[in-house]
């Protein structure tokens, strides 16, 4: 929702349907929980963390809207 009413584009890949996937995000983001949230390359962590990020004026510049 926060992505979307700030009209950025993302991909929602679901891992709960391909091991593959889950084990690249698993180690990516050395973590087991989903979500897990990447823009580009930086892994953000789950959605309170990008609600914090967004609070704290962090969100926009890593999105490219600042």
């Known amino acids: 929702m ?4 700030k009209g950025v584009e993302f991909d929602e890949l679901r891992v709960d349907t391909d ?3 889950r084990r690249e995000m698993e180690t990516r ?3 087991t929980s989903v979500p897990q949230i990447f823009i580009g390359e930086h892994h ?3 959605c309170d963390d990008l609600f ?3 609070r704290n004026g962090e969100l926009d510049p890593l999105l490219g809207l600042r």
């Open 29 to 31: 983001a050395h973590a």
């Open 2 to 5: 926060l992505l979307n009413q």
């Open 44 to 46: 953000v962590g789950g």
């Open 19 to 21: 091991p593959a996937l």
């Open 52 to 54: 914090a990020l967004d």
